[in-house]
């Protein structure tokens, strides 16, 4: 595969406390491309996505250990900001987590703690993320209300917005559909479909067609070990691994 | 037929029961309230109403013209109060922010308990502390000859009201979904900013609510200040000088007043405006609290 590589993982272990979470993953997360994790819950990918903005440096015991690059510079390093990295790379979590602000302020806030005061350009920044969110039209008109009087697909599409306001270059997704009907779920799908052509898409999900309909490549974890990797087409149609082949015709997970 | 009966008999029962329990709470309030009002009008036989708000002499027992103005002593009050929150607010928040989100959680599952056990010290301990520790290092740090006034009582009573604040409010930060951090940190926000503009906002009624009950306990403590501010009845020049609360004035004074005379039922009159000053504060905070409960849904 000759792709050039916006993240990527170089022989990956994770731990929390002395439990081996993840083995040995090398992932590459191609520039302009989705690229999915799939496997059965407890498989570790969401440990794995979340290393890839260091969420898990919140939870004690964590270790790391390999590489994990961002435009080849690992991210682990001691020289590289935590808080410059989150706001390259955004991420979207499994439950929509909207703070209880106003949408407004919601999508505005990581401009504001990153110490933008113009007010024009914030809201300027607020209406372009709302659009890209495709949320506009449905909250234009009660952008002050408060973000918990929309349903969960807008919540989540108000979460993607706000890290699309601080414009990152890389979007992780934590099964961003789990907790949202099929409705608002084409929507956000949709979206991620869309995104490719500004952003590197890096998304966890437990619904295969989902990885399927959205990604361009496809990764399949099973127990923290990668099984698989490929392109998508290849994976769903003519995986390698018979691992890999049982999982996605639902003879197990 | 006659089980059916029986266990309706049984439920009204026990429904009578815990009503009683309920109401029982509202009587006993509604009786204090009712008992100082009883006791403390006739002393506005003879006090003129006006002055008891307005003066700022308390000499009820002088014989040559008994003044009973509480004004001073509900500035005593006062300043010792917000002169406690002063300390005990950001301290109290700054130990809970640490404790929740700062301490390795070895450390705050040892400080936590002690902290709390703080909080059942007994008032005449801290009063101690104040004459012995505070009184003579505040006299020193200020070149006065004591150390007995209101920045003495507002530090103890700090002390005081520090567990209560410090237990709750980390309470309430640490029931703040993690969902919202993570939600902040993700968007590049340092752990500092998660805490002020998060955090800190999503936790806010826990955290008033922990500054009301830690102020409740200010205002009405007496052993502490009775011992520490001096009880000088005059009016309080500053900070510096030896002040008198209303709770140290009644208990100082109660004990010797002869029973049925006015000074008797000015000490009550003083008991009522403290009953009512709680009240209001509880009620304010109570209103608070609501609006922000309100908000968060």
């Known amino acids: 595969m000759e792709l050039k590589a916006k993240m990527e993982s170089k022989h990956l272990n994770f731990y929390y406390g002395n439990k081996m979470a993840l083995k040995d993953i090398s992932i590459v997360a191609p520039a302009n491309k989705v690229t999915a994790l799939i496997g059965p819950s407890g498989c570790g990918k969401s440990t794995f996505i979340r290393t890839l903005n260091r969420m898990n440096d919140i939870i004690a015991g964590t270790k790391v250990e390999g590489e994990i690059l961002l435009d080849g510079v690992n991210i682990n390093s001691p020289k590289m900001d935590v808080v410059e990295l989150r ?65 969960g697909g807008q919540q989540q599409r108000l979460c993607i917005g706000r890290s699309l306001a601080v414009d990152p270059e890389v979007m992780l ?31 966890v999900t437990h619904n295969m067609q989902q990885a399927a309909r959205v990604s361009d490549y496809t990764a399949f974890l099973m127990l923290g070990e990668l099984i698989e990797y490929g392109e998508t087409t290849k994976i769903f149609t003519n995986p390698k691994n018979k691992l890999t082949e049982d999982y996605i015709t639902g003879r197990f997970g | 037929m006659k089980t059916i009966i029986r266990r309706k008999l049984k439920e009204s029962a026990i429904r009578i029961f815990f009503f009683t329990n309920g109401i029982l709470a509202i009587i006993i309030l509604v009786g204090i309230f009712f008992f100082l009002l009883y006791t403390a009008i006739p002393a506005f036989r003879e006090i003129n109403i006006g002055e008891f708000f307005t003066s700022k002499v308390w000499n009820p027992t ?39 989100d700062v301490a390795h959680w070895k450390v705050r599952e040892i400080v936590k308990p002690i902290v709390e056990i703080l909080a059942g010290i007994p008032s005449v301990v801290i009063g101690f502390l104040g ?70 906002p999503a936790a806010l009624s826990g955290i008033i609510a922990a500054i009301m009950l830690g102020m409740g306990r200010a205002i009405g403590e007496t052993m502490t200040v009775l011992m520490a501010t001096g009880n000088a009845p005059a009016f309080p020049k500053g900070f510096l000088s030896s002040i008198r609360t209303m709770t140290a004035t009644i208990a100082i004074e109660l004990g010797e007043v002869p029973y049925y005379t006015t000074h008797y039922y000015a000490l009550f009159a003083i008991a009522l405006v403290l009953f009512i ?17 309100e908000r968060e849904l």
């Not at chain 1, 890209?132 to 009087?149: G, I, M, P, T």
């Not at chain 1, 099964?175 to 952003?199: F, G, W």
């Not at chain 2, 003495?152 to 409010?169: D, E, R």
């Not at chain 2, 209001?280 to 409960?293: A, E, P, T």
Request: hydrophobic content about 50%; charged content about 20%; some cysteine.
């Open chain 1, 87 to 151: 706001t390259q790379v955004g991420m979207v979590f499994q439950k929509p987590n909207p703070f209880p602000k106003s949408i407004f302020d919601n999508i505005a806030y990581g401009l504001r703690i990153a110490g933008m005061k113009d007010r024009k350009k914030i809201a300027e920044i607020v209406e372009k993320s709302l659009k890209k969110a495709a949320l506009w039209d449905e909250v234009k008109d009660r952008l002050h209300e408060n973000a918990f009087a929309l349903s």
């Open chain 1, 173 to 203: 997704f934590d099964e961003p559909c789990s907790a949202i009907d099929p409705i608002a779920t084409a929507k956000i799908e949709d979206l991620i479909q869309k995104m490719r052509e500004n952003y590197t898409v890096v998304i």
């Open chain 2, 62 to 100: 002088s014989p040559v013209k008994e003044e009973h103005g509480i004004v001073s002593m509900i500035m005593s009050t006062c300043m010792v109060t917000l002169g406690a929150l002063a300390v005990a607010i950001p301290l109290g928040i700054g130990v809970a922010a640490y404790l929740s």
């Open chain 2, 277 to 293: 000053i709680t009240f209001i504060v509880n009620l304010i905070s109570d209103l608070i609290l609501r609006k922000y409960q």
């Open chain 2, 131 to 200: 004459i012995v520790l505070f009184g003579p290092f505040i006299a020193k740090l200020t070149g006065q000859s004591h150390g007995l006034n209101a920045i003495n009582g507002s530090i103890l009573l700090a002390i005081m009201a520090l567990p209560t604040i410090i237990s709750i409010s980390e309470d309430s930060l640490n029931a703040v979904p993690r969902a919202y951090s993570e939600a902040s940190l993700a968007l590049g926000a340092s752990r500092w900013q998660t805490l002020m503009r998060v955090k800190i």
